[in-house]
C-alpha cells in the first residue's frame, strides 16, 4: 500500500545539481549533460536499493537508445561533497553511470534537507568502477614482474588535479607512489600538493 505513494517525478533542484556538479568536472563527463539536456529521464524511483540514499531514475525509452551502450562498464563518480542548507554541512553525493547513461544518485542525510544546488565541491572526486578492482584494471598493462612487485590490495584509483593515478606504494606522512595509465611513476605528496615523475620504471622504484 504505501508503495502507492512513494515520489516518482524527478523535482528541479535533481537536474540542477546534476548539471552543477558534471560542469565542475573534467570535460570527458560533459557528455553526461547532453542526457539531461535531451530528456532522458522520465522519473525517479526510490527506496528500491540497499544503496543508502539512492534515487533511481526512470528513462523514455526511445531518448535511452541514443546512450545506452551495453558493455561499457559500470561506475560512479564519488567523493563529491553538496550543502545541504537545513543540516548546514556537506553531504556525501555520488553519481551512478550504468551502460553509458546515468542511472542514479544517492546523497548522505537523513533524507530531509534542503540542497544548494550551488555550493558543491569536487575537488577529491573519483571515478570507481563497479563490479571491476582499480587493480584490475591496471592489470593488463603491466607485465609479469610488475604484477609480482605489487601488493594487490594497496592498488586504488586516486584523483588529482583532476587527473587519475594509481596509489601503489605508500611513503611517509601520507605521500605515496602512484602511475597512471602509460605506466609512468611518480611522487604525489600532499603537503604541498605536488605530482612529480620519475625518470624510472614501476620495478626500478619498487625494489
Not at 558493455?71 to 563529491?80: E, R, Y
Not at 565541491?121 to 614482474?145: H, N, P, Q, T, W
Amino acid at each position: 500500500m504505501f508503495g502507492l505513494f512513494k515520489r516518482t517525478k524527478i523535482e528541479e533542484w535533481e537536474t540542477q545539481l546534476l548539471k552543477n556538479v558534471i560542469e565542475k568536472l573534467p570535460s570527458e563527463y560533459s557528455r553526461f549533460i547532453d542526457q539531461i539536456n535531451d530528456g532522458l529521464f522520465k522519473g525517479v524511483l526510490v527506496d528500491i536499493s540497499d544503496i543508502p540514499g539512492y534515487v533511481a531514475f526512470t528513462y523514455h525509452s526511445g531518448i535511452l537508445k541514443k546512450y545506452d551502450h551495453k558493455g561499457v562498464p559500470d561506475f560512479k563518480l564519488t567523493n563529491i561533497m553538496v550543502y545541504d542548507s537545513r543540516s548546514a554541512k556537506f553531504l556525501l553525493y555520488e553519481i551512478y553511470i550504468s551502460s553509458g547513461a546515468i542511472s542514479g544518485y544517492s546523497l548522505g542525510g537523513n533524507g530531509k534537507y534542503n540542497i544548494d544546488v550551488s555550493n558543491i565541491e569536487v575537488l577529491d572526486f573519483k571515478k570507481e568502477f563497479i563490479g571491476v578492482s582499480d587493480y584490475a584494471r591496471i592489470a593488463s598493462i603491466l607485465s609479469d614482474e610488475e604484477i609480482s612487485l605489487l601488493n594487490q590490495s594497496e592498488v586504488y584509483s586516486v584523483f588529482v588535479r583532476n587527473k587519475e593515478y594509481f596509489h601503489i606504494k605508500d611513503l611517509e606522512d601520507g605521500d605515496f607512489l602512484g602511475i597512471d595509465e602509460k605506466k609512468v611513476v611518480y611522487k604525489i605528496t600532499h603537503d604541498p600538493l605536488e605530482v612529480v615523475a620519475f625518470g624510472t620504471t614501476i620495478a626500478e622504484v619498487l625494489k
